[in-house]
C-alpha cells in the first residue's frame, strides 16, 4: 500500500534557475523503512521538505492518501498525518522537553488521552528520564534533544514519520535503539518512515534505499528483491559512493 | 485552550523581553493616565467657572448722566423677581458708582439676553449695563487653561512616541521570535492561533501595565498638578480626580497600544512560510 505518491515532480530555488528535481516520481510505501542518500546540496532535505508539506514543489503532483498535497490543507497534514524530525532538530528551546511534546500533541488535536502519560511514555521509549523531561532543551545534550525531537515525531502517532539524520547526534547503543524503533514503527504497526541519511546503520535497517544525484532518484541495488521495475541505479553503485 | 496556556507560560519564558516591552506600555500608560487625569479635571473646572461666571450677571451704570433717571435699590431688588433669576445679591456699596452693587445669578448662563431684555422693558436705562462675569473669564481660568492645553500637548506626544515605540519594539520582538514561529508553523500551528499566542501575549501584558498605571498615575497626578500650577499667579486650586471619562480613555489608549503590537505581529505572520525561516536559521 503506497502512502505517499511523487508524480513528475520538478523543483527550483525561487529567483534561480537551479534544478533540483526534474520530473521525480516515486511511491513511499507504508509499512517501510526507505532512506535516501546523496552527497550534501544533493536536495535530500528539500525532498523531504515537500513531502512534509513545508514547501512547495515547482510542478508535479504529490499525493497522500490519494489526495494531492496542495488541494488539502497543509497545517493539518504536518499537524496530524505528519511526523517530522528535522536534521536542525527545530525545538522549542526555552521550553522543557516535555512541553515540547505535549504542544505537539496540542497542535495535532488529540483528545481522549492522558498527554502527559503518553509524553512521558515516548520520552522513556527514547531514553529520556522523567528528570531530564522537564529541563529546559538547552539545558539537555545534543544526543537528548535529538531524542526529544523524535519522541515529538511521534507523538501525534502520525502515519508517516520523515527523518532528516536523525541519528546524528546520537551514541552507538542510542542509535540502535532509535532505529529498531523506526523498524518498529514501519513493521509492526504500519507506518511510512522516510530518512536521509549518511549513516550505513540505518540504510542496515532499510527496506529500500534511494539514491538522489542530479536531480534523479534511482534505487540502490543493496535491496535486490524490492527493486523489480523501478529506476535500479545504472550502473549499480556501492552506498560508500553516495557519501561525501 | 492550549494557545492560551502556551502564551501565559511564554510570559515567564521570556522574561527580558516581555519586562522591558511592560516597562514601556507601563510608561506610557502612566504617562497618558497622568495627563489624561489633568486634562479632563482641567476641563471640567474650567467648564464649571465658565458656567458660573456666565450665571453671574451684575447691572451697574457705565457712568453717572446727571438728569437720568437712576435705578433705586428697590428696583434693583424687584428685578431679582425676573423667572431668568436663580438667586441675587443687592447690597449698598461704596466702591460702585452709584452706590449699589446688583449682582444676578441666573438659572442658565444662556438666559442673559433674555434677561436683559426684560429689565430694559421694566425701565432699566441704557446708561446702564447688564454685563455677565464671562467676560473676566480669561483672567480667573488663564493658568487653568495653559495646563489644560498643555496636557492635551503631552497626550499627543506621549501617544505619537508611545505608539512609535511599540511599533518599533513589536518589531524587533517578532524578529527575535522568528524561530519560535518557524517551529510552531512547521509543527502545523495555523497562522491564527499563532498569531493568537502572541496576542493573548501582550494583551496580558497590557492588562498588568494598565492596572500598575492606573495606580501609579493616581499617585502621581495631583503632585505633577501642584507642581505646574505652583508660582503662578491667580491659579485655581484644582484637585485631579480619576473619573469615568479617565479610566475609559486609559483602557481606550492601552488597547490601541495592544492593537499596533497584535497588527504588527500578525501581519509579519502572514507573510512568513516555516520553511524560510528554519532554512534561514540553519
Known amino acids: 500500500m503506497n502512502a505517499l505518491t511523487l508524480q513528475n515532480i520538478s523543483y527550483e530555488y525561487e529567483g534561480t534557475n537551479r534544478v533540483i528535481f526534474k520530473d521525480v516520481s516515486l511511491r513511499f510505501g507504508a509499512g517501510k523503512v526507505t532512506t535516501i542518500v546523496g552527497k550534501s546540496g544533493a536536495g535530500k532535505s528539500t525532498l523531504l521538505s515537500l513531502l512534509s508539506g513545508l514547501d512547495v514543489a515547482t510542478s508535479g503532483r504529490i499525493s497522500f492518501g490519494g489526495k494531492n498535497l496542495s488541494e488539502i490543507n497543509r497545517n493539518r497534514y504536518r499537524a496530524q498525518k505528519v511526523g517530522i524530525i528535522f536534521q536542525s532538530l527545530n525545538l522549542l528551546t526555552n521550553a522543557t522537553a516535555i512541553d515540547n511534546i505535549i504542544l505537539s500533541m496540542n497542535i495535532s488535536g488529540i483528545t481522549g488521552i492522558d498527554k502527559k502519560t503518553r509524553a512521558f511514555e515516548l520520552l522513556a521509549r527514547v531514553g529520556i528520564s522523567r528528570e531530564k523531561a522537564h529541563r529546559k532543551i538547552l539545558k539537555l545534550s545534543g544526543g537528548e534533544q535529538q531524542r526529544i525531537s523524535i519522541a515529538r515525531a511521534l507523538a501525534h502517532d502520525p502515519m508517516l514519520i520523515i527523518a532528516d539524520e536523525p541519528t546524528g547526534s546520537l551514541d552507538k547503543d542510542t542509535e540502535a535503539n532509535v532505529l529498531e524503533i523506526f523498524k518498529s514503527l514501519a513493521h509492526d504497526d504500519g507506518k511510512c518512515v522516510i530518512i536521509v541519511t549518511h549513516s550505513e546503520n540505518v540504510t542496515a535497517i532499510a527496506d529500500e534505499v534511494w539514491g538522489l544525484e542530479d536531480g534523479v532518484l534511482c534505487l540502490l541495488p543493496v535491496q535486490t528483491d524490492t527493486g523489480g521495475g523501478r529506476d535500479v541505479c545504472n550502473p549499480p553503485r556501492a552506498f560508500e559512493s553516495w557519501k561525501e | ?282
Open chain 2, 1 to 282: 485552550m492550549y494557545v492560551i496556556r502556551h502564551a501565559l507560560l511564554n510570559l515567564g519564558k521570556n522574561k527580558g523581553r516581555n519586562i522591558l516591552l511592560g516597562v514601556i506600555i507601563f510608561a506610557v500608560i502612566t504617562a497618558a493616565f497622568v495627563t489624561l487625569a489633568i486634562f479632563n479635571t482641567t476641563g471640567i473646572v474650567i467648564q464649571e467657572t465658565r458656567y458660573t461666571l456666565g450665571r453671574m450677571v451684575r447691572v451697574a451704570p457705565r457712568q453717572i448722566v446727571y438728569g437720568e433717571a437712576s435705578v433705586s435699590f428697590e428696583q434693583f431688588l424687584s428685578f431679582a423677581e425676573s423667572e431668568y433669576v436663580h438667586e441675587a445679591d443687592i447690597r449698598e456699596s461704596r466702591t460702585s458708582i452709584n452706590g449699589i452693587e446688583a449682582i444676578y445669578y441666573l438659572k442658565q448662563p444662556e438666559m442673559l439676553t433674555n434677561f436683559e431684555a426684560e429689565l430694559r422693558s421694566r425701565g432699566l436705562p441704557d446708561t446702564y449695563s447688564v454685563v455677565s462675569e464671562e467676560l473676566s473669564f480669561e483672567n480667573v481660568t488663564g493658568n487653568l487653561e495653559n495646563l489644560h492645553n498643555l496636557s492635551l500637548t503631552f497626550l499627543v506626544i506621549v501617544l505619537i512616541l508611545g505608539a512609535f515605540i511599540m511599533v518599533l519594539l513589536s518589531a524587533i520582538s517578532i524578529r527575535e521570535r522568528k524561530y519560535e514561529v518557524g517551529v510552531l508553523r512547521a509543527m502545523g500551528m495555523k497562522k491564527k492561533k499563532v498569531a493568537l499566542g502572541l496576542w493573548i501575549e501582550i494583551i496580558t501584558i497590557t492588562c498588568i501595565c494598565f492596572a500598575l498605571g492606573m495606580g501609579a498615575g493616581t499617585m502621581l497626578s495631583q503632585p505633577i498638578s501642584d507642581v505646574i500650577m505652583t508660582g503662578q499667579a491667580d491659579s485655581i486650586n484644582v484637585n485631579i480626580s480619576v473619573n469615568a471619562i479617565t479610566v475609559m480613555g486609559i483602557l481606550g489608549i492601552s488597547i490601541l497600544l495592544a492593537s499596533i503590537t497584535g497588527f504588527i505581529s500578525v501581519s509579519w505572520i502572514n507573510k512568513c512560510e516555516p520553511i524560510k525561516i528554519l532554512t534561514e536559521r540553519n
